[in-house]
């Protein structure tokens, strides 16, 4: 009985310094929240493949629907144009001010997409990952919106800036329902891939 109360009072006391030692070490700012500060590698690896599990896992009952319709890719891209752009960049301009800002980075989906499923890219677009910068997009646009982002996600690897600024063309800038656009906004900002910046 004895032995039990003293290992019991031992991990109590040990409970109570881990405490205190955490509290010191927020209290005296000894967690860098800088976002330029650099990751533990391991905790990096661990976090990535904890991350791939739970999108795999998590995206195995979506089913998608056919997405080869060049119109719901069209549809797509106007999305794409206003709300993935300023961090994932496009086939004429990577990386953008903001992505290099960001760690993790936002990778360049033409070639970042062909490492997930339809699903799995719903999946993420929609949820977004937690603890980096990847928004989750489910609460603003309908599941038909997020289908013709994937749709347009799919037609990214291997895509010209010439075919992507047809594409562009074709559906036109419509100063659309993501907020009010300035003349020229929006390209002033973004370092080319020409390099013109
Ligand atoms: C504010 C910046 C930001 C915006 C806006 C953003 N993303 Fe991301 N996205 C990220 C970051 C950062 C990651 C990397 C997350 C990681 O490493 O786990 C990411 C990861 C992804 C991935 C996984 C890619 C891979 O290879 O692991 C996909 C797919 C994706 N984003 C699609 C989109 C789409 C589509 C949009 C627009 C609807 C979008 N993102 C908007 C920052 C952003």
């Known amino acids: 009985m004895k032995a039990i109360l003293r290992a019991l009072t031992t991990i109590v006391v040990v ?7 955490a509290w010191g070490f927020v209290y005296l700012g000894g967690f860098d929240v800088a976002a330029a500060a650099p990751h533990n590698a391991l905790v990096e690896r661990a976090f990535v493949a904890a991350r791939t599990r ?14 080869a319709d060049s119109a719901l890719a069209e ?14 960049g496009g086939p004429d301009r ?33 949820n977004g990952i937690m603890l980096t910068g990847m928004p989750s997009f489910g609460a603003s646009h309908s599941d038909e919106d997020l289908w ?9 690897p291997g895509m010209s800036p010439e075919t ?15 907020g009010p656009e300035r003349d020229g ?3 002033e900002h973004a370092s080319h891939r020409e390099g013109s910046h």
């Open 15 to 21: 409970l109570l310094v881990m405490v205190v030692v």
């Open 54 to 67: 739970a999108i795999k896992v998590h995206a195995k009952s979506v089913h998608s629907p056919a997405l």
């Open 75 to 88: 549809r797509g891209l106007e999305h794409y144009e206003k709300m993935c752009v300023v961090c994932h």
């Open 94 to 126: 990577f990386p953008t001010e903001i992505g290099r800002g960001l760690d993790p980075a936002p990778p360049d989906l033409g070639v970042g997409v062909n490492a997930w499923t339809d699903g799995e890219l719903y999946w993420i677009v929609k």
């Open 148 to 156: 013709a982002i994937v749709a347009f996600l799919r037609k990214l």
């Open 164 to 178: 992507y600024h047809a594409m562009q063309e074709k559906v036109g800038h419509h100063p659309s329902e993501h």
């Open 185 to 187: 906004a929006g390209d």
